[in-house]
């Protein structure tokens, strides 16, 4: 019983994983444009792995997709890279737990070969959540360089400028909300795949052990005890009589 409710928890984890890292792969909020210090806030750029987009304050936005791939940087094709193999690593982990289910008959499957498939389709949950969690990372880390460099060079501009519009006029970015989804989805992805390899060592079946005997030599100190059985006992009434008229130990037969 508890092998089920860990393997069914885990599983359902890793669908709400998988669904959230998958739509933090195509949200367009990676990178959101810091509008703390901007003179203009009425319009604000943001992008995501696959299109940039300006919105405006009244709620339009346009948005241009990235038409080149050899024109864009090789971190956000490698975090391109890993979120797609954690997608497909976690959906063919999915499609491999829902086989293997214990709470699901399927014909004549045995126990162990469903614990084999859980702890398949566990490791590649967990491989999925950490690729998941990884290009979201990698992600980030882009994004804190380029705000440290850009408050850098804002800082060092406006000092030989006016009340520092130059230096306010330049654009930073933060952290977007699909950052956030990506690592929640990878982590929550990354706790599924440990319940599933848990709960394939409570579905592994116990070897049968036998306990042999053991036998122990007689010594020269051993006490035997006296046969108590009971025996036949025989009627004197069968016995034959001589002409003397005693009885003998010979016994007949009568037909």
């Known amino acids: 019983m508890a092998a089920t409710m860990t393997q069914l928890?885990?599983?359902m984890l890793s669908a709400l994983g998988l669904f959230l890292i998958s739509a933090a792969t195509t949200m367009d909020e990676w990178s959101l444009q810091d509008r703390s210090f901007t003179v203009i806030t009425n319009f604000y750029t943001y992008s995501g792995l696959w299109k940039s987009?300006?919105?405006t304050t009244y709620g339009t936005t346009q948005c241009r997709p990235y038409f080149t791939i050899l024109g864009l940087p090789a971190l956000l094709q490698a975090v391109r890279a890993l979120m797609i193999v954690g997608i497909v690593l976690g959906a063919i982990g999915l499609l491999i737990a829902i086989f293997s289910l214990k709470c699901l008959k399927m014909g004549n499957m045995e126990d162990n070969l469903k614990a084999t498939m859980?702890?398949?389709?566990?490791?590649?949950?967990?491989?999925?959540?950490?690729c998941g969690i990884a290009g979201v990372s990698a992600f980030a880390n882009l994004i804190v360089q380029s705000f440290q460099f850009t408050t850098f060079a804002s800082g060092f501009s406006s000092t030989g400028n006016v009340g520092g519009l130059t230096g306010a006029l330049t654009p930073r970015y933060t952290f977007g909300p699909a950052l956030f989804v990506g690592w929640i989805g990878g982590a929550?992805?990354?706790?599924?795949?440990?319940l599933m390899c848990l709960a394939c060592r409570a579905m592994t079946p116990e070897k049968h052990r036998y306990d042999g005997m053991a036998y122990k030599a007689a010594s020269q100190n051993t006490m035997y005890r006296p046969d108590t059985r009971s025996r036949p006992v025989y009627n004197d009434s069968y016995k034959a009589q001589s002409t003397d008229e005693r009885q003998t130990n010979q016994r007949f037969d009568y037909v």
């Open 188 to 194: 929550i992805l990354f706790i599924g795949g440990i």
């Open 118 to 130: 859980t702890l398949s389709a566990g490791i590649m949950l967990l491989l999925a959540g950490v």
């Open 53 to 55: 987009c300006v919105g």
């Open 9 to 11: 928890i885990g599983f």
